[in-house]
């Protein structure tokens, strides 16, 4: 068995806590303007989603679609085949 020596005990009092500096006044105004920079420009880095909409005359409109496919029954019972080019 090994005694490991720590030190000696002291009977002192705590010392005083370490003084803050002060914060900076533009501060909050440098957050909410990166913020709101931020706000502005990201949403604009992210693609534009396109969507087409098509109509279809005489389709009942039970359709299944696969890229670049689709196949639909039309109102007479029969069924309708496209293809599209991208």
Do not use: H, N, Y
């Not at 005359?57 to 890229?67: D, E, K, L, M, T």
Request: proline share 9%; aromatic share 4%.
């Amino acid at each position: 068995m090994s005694i490991i020596e720590l030190g000696e005990v002291r009977d002192e009092a705590a010392s005083a806590p370490a003084v803050r500096r002060p914060r900076a006044a533009g501060r909050p105004l440098r957050s909410t303007a990166v913020l709101i920079l931020a706000l502005v420009v990201l949403p604009g880095a992210a693609p534009l989603s396109q969507q087409t909409v098509s109509v279809l005359p005489g389709i009942a409109g039970r359709c299944q679609a696969s890229p670049p496919m689709l196949l639909c029954q039309r109102l007479d019972g029969t069924t309708a085949f496209w293809r599209w080019r991208r």
